[in-house]
C-alpha cells in the first residue's frame, strides 16, 4: 500500500432505510464496489442489498488518493466504517428518546434499533429518519495512514525511494511446475499455486479471484510483457497486438490459491498484488531448476531459454 | 476516421466498376479486421472504403471433382475452419484456420480479405503456398487465376491489380497417397501471430517411397518460403528420422530469416529446423491428423 495515504467517505442514510456510500474508489473489475458495499452493511446492520455504492466522481464526491497499490479495500474500507461510526450515533442518540432507554441498552440489528433483550421495543432506521425531520443522516469518515506496521511512522524519503513504502506487511509465497522445450525453449507453466496472508477476508469468492488475476498478470511479466523502443525512446508497441498479455490458453492447468485468514482476525488486508511479486522469481526458479541456467532479465522468452541451453551444449 | 466515404455494392459486378472508378484512393473492406486497425494507426488515408459485405454471392464452400475445393472470397475463416467439406477434404487446412488470431477475429475476417492483406505473420498463405491453391481474381478487365506460389510480392503486397478483387480460392485435392501438415509456433502469448509457420506436404508410394515432399515457412521474411530442395531430397527414400533431420537442417540453412519481436533471425533459424522436422514426423503419420 502507498503511503502516505488518505482516503474519504461520505455515509447517507436515507429516509426508507437505506444506505448510500459516497466514494471516489474505483470498481475496476476487482470487485471493490461488492467489498465496499458489504463493509458498510455488515458496519451499518443492513443487509447488504439495502446499500448502494457510488461510482466516483471527484467532482462531488469525497477524496481518496488512488484505486491502487492493494489499498483500497483497506483504506477506504476503514474510512466507510468510520462514517458509518457516525451515523450509528446519530440513530442511537434519536433512539434511545424515542425508546425512553439508554444509549448504552440499545441494539442495532437487521436495519432497526431495539433495546437489549426485549424484540419488541424497537424502531426502524427509516422511522428514525422520519422522527428527525432531517430526511437523511448523514455521516464522513477519513482513513490517513500513521504508522508502519511495527507501529513507527510512515516516512518516505521521496529522494531516496527509502522508508516506510507500506502501512502494512504483505507476505505471500508462490510455487510453480514449468514445462520447458527444449528444442525451442518455450516455457509452459503447468502448475501455479499461490498462499498468502489476507487477514479478514471480505468476500472470499472475490479474493480468490483477484488473487488468481495477480498471478496471471505476474505471469505475463515473466513470460511475454516487454516494451520495446526506438532510438528515440518512442514505444513501437503500444497496442495488444505486439504488446503481449496471457491470453487463458496461457493459464496454468492447475492454478491454485490458498488464503491464510486465522481464526477470529480482525484486521482487513490488501491483498490485491501481494502474491504477485513471488511469481516472477517462483517462474525463474522453476526454469532454471529444468533447465540448470539462471535467466536474470525478463521477460523470459525461448529465445532466452534457447540460448541458455545452447550455451550448456556447448560446455 | 473522418471524410471516408464508404460504397457498399451489392453484386460483384458493381463493386468491380466501382472500383475501376475509384481508383487508388479506395481501399476494399471486408471482415475489417485487419483494415480498421491500419485506419485507427493511421497507417493509411484513402478516400473511400469499398466495402464487400453485401456480395452474398461470395460466400460459398464446395469442392467440384476435378477441381477441388472453392471457397469464395467473402466466406469468413470461421466459416471455413468450420465447414465439413473443408474438414472432408482437407482437414489440416480447415484446422489452419482455426489457429487465425482468436475466435472474435475468426468470425470477422474473411479467406479472401487474409491472403489479400499478405500479411507475413499469417498462417494461412503458408499452408495453402504448399497446397499449391489459386486465387481467382476479377476486375472489369476480366478474370484470371493466380498460383499462391506467384501471389505474395512483399509485406502487404500482392499481384493483384488495384482494380481486382479476389473472387475465390481453388484448393486442389492432395495426390493419392498424400498427407498434409501445419504447425503454427508462437514464441509469446498463446493467440499471438506465427514466430514461425510450417507446413509440410508428403506424397508416398504405397510401399513407403516418397514420390514429394513439399515445405514451406510462413512469418520468417515477407512472404511465405519454400524450401526448393525438399522434393529432390526425399524423393524415392523412405523419410527416416535422419533424413527429416537432413532435409531440416538444409531447410534451415538456406533462409535468411527477419527479426521482429517474436524472434531473431537466429532464432528463427532454429525454430525452422524444429518445425520442419516437426512437420514433417506429423505428416509422415506420427499424427493424428493428415
Keep these: 500500500m502507498a503511503t502516505p495515504t488518505t482516503s474519504a467517505a461520505s455515509i447517507k442514510l436515507n429516509a426508507d432505510g437505506s444506505l448510500n456510500v459516497l466514494t471516489s474508489s474505483v470498481e475496476m473489475g476487482q470487485g471493490l464496489k461488492t467489498a465496499l458495499a458489504q463493509i458498510a452493511a455488515s458496519e451499518a446492520e443492513l443487509p447488504v442489498h439495502r446499500v448502494r455504492v457510488s461510482e466516483p466522481d471527484t467532482a462531488f464526491t469525497p477524496f481518496d488518493l488512488m484505486t491502487a497499490a492493494s489499498r483500497a479495500t483497506f483504506c477506504m474500507g476503514t474510512a466507510i466504517r468510520r462514517a458509518v461510526h457516525q451515523v450509528k450515533e446519530q440513530l442511537l442518540e434519536a433512539a434511545a428518546a424515542q425508546l425512553e432507554a439508554a444509549k448504552e441498552d440499545l441494539v442495532l440489528s437487521d436495519g432497526k434499533v431495539m433495546v437489549r433483550g426485549v424484540q419488541s421495543r424497537s424502531i426502524s432506521y427509516a422511522d428514525i429518519v422520519r422522527l428527525t425531520k432531517t430526511n437523511n443522516l448523514l455521516g464522513h469518515g477519513i482513513f490517513v495512514a500513521g504508522s508502519g506496521p511495527d507501529g513507527s511512522p510512515v516516512v518516505m524519503d521521496f529522494e531516496t525511494g527509502q522508508g516506510y513504502g507500506s502501512a502494512e506487511w504483505h507476505p505471500a509465497v508462490v510455487a510453480c511446475e514449468v514445462e520447458v522445450d527444449t528444442d525451442t525453449g518455450r516455457v509452459k507453466v503447468t502448475r501455479l499455486h499461490g498462499e498468502l496472508y489476507v487477514g479478514k477476508v471480505i468476500n472470499p469468492r472475490l479474493c480468490q479471484l483477484q488473487v488468481e488475476g495477480a498471478m496471471l498478470f505476474a505471469l505475463g511479466q515473466v513470460l511475454f510483457e516487454e516494451l520495446s523502443t526506438d532510438t528515440n525512446g518512442g514505444i513501437t508497441n503500444p497496442n495488444l497486438s505486439d504488446y503481449m498479455l496471457p491470453s487463458f490458453e496461457d493459464v496454468p492447468p492447475q492454478l491454485t490459491v490458498h488464503l491464510l485468514e486465522p481464526h477470529g482476525v480482525t484486521d482487513v488486508h490488501g491483498i490485491g498484488e501481494t502474491s504477485l511479486p513471488p511469481v516472477r522469481p517462483a517462474i525463474a526458479n522453476a526454469i532454471c531448476r529444468a533447465i540448470g541456467a539462471r535467466i536474470l532479465d525478463l521477460p523470459i522468452t525461448p529465445e532466452k531459454v534457447l540460448r541458455a541451453l545452447e550455451g550448456q551444449r556447448k560446455i | ?290
Design chain 2, 1 to 290: 476516421m473522418p471524410n471516408i466515404k464508404l460504397s457498399q455494392p451489392n453484386s460483384v459486378d458493381e463493386a468491380l466498376s466501382l472500383l475501376a472508378k475509384e481508383g487508388d484512393q479506395t481501399k476494399i473492406i471486408a471482415g475489417g479486421t485487419a483494415l480498421v486497425i491500419m485506419l485507427k494507426n493511421r497507417l493509411i488515408s484513402p478516400s473511400t472504403l469499398l466495402s464487400l459485405g453485401g456480395l452474398n454471392e461470395l460466400r460459398y464452400i464446395r469442392h467440384e471433382a476435378g477441381v477441388g475445393l472453392r471457397i469464395g472470397g467473402l466466406v469468413t475463416i470461421r466459416d471455413a475452419e468450420n465447414s465439413s467439406v473443408v474438414r472432408d477434404k482437407h482437414p489440416t487446412l480447415a484446422l489452419t484456420f482455426g489457429k487465425v488470431g482468436n475466435v472474435r477475429v475468426r468470425n470477422a475476417a474473411t479467406v479472401g480479405g487474409n491472403l489479400s492483406e499478405a500479411d507475413y505473420a499469417s498462417d494461412p498463405p503458408c499452408l495453402l503456398v504448399a497446397l499449391r491453391a489459386r486465387a481467382r481474381a476479377r476486375s472489369i478487365r476480366g478474370e484470371r487465376e493466380i498460383s499462391l506460389t506467384d501471389f505474395f510480392k512483399g509485406f502487404y503486397e500482392t499481384t493483384l491489380a488495384p482494380d481486382e478483387i479476389l473472387t475465390e480460392l481453388i484448393v486442389p485435392d492432395l495426390a493419392p497417397g498424400s498427407r498434409s501438415a501445419y504447425i503454427k509456433y508462437v514464441s509469446r502469448s498463446s493467440e499471438d501471430r506465427p514466430c514461425v509457420g510450417m507446413a509440410a506436404v508428403l506424397t508416398t508410394e504405397p510401399s513407403g517411397a516418397c514420390t514429394d515432399l513439399r515445405l514451406v515457412a510462413g512469418a520468417v521474411s515477407e512472404i511465405p518460403v519454400e524450401f526448393a530442395g525438399a522434393g529432390a531430397m526425399a524423393r524415392g527414400k523412405h523419410l527416416s528420422d535422419s533424413l527429416i533431420q537432413e532435409i531440416a537442417e538444409s531447410f534451415a540453412s538456406s533462409v535468411d530469416p527477419l527479426s521482429d519481436l517474436r524472434g531473431s533471425a537466429w532464432y528463427r533459424k532454429q525454430i525452422i529446423r524444429v518445425m520442419a522436422r516437426r512437420a514433417m514426423q506429423q505428416a509422415s503419420g506420427a499424427s493424428q491428423f493428415n
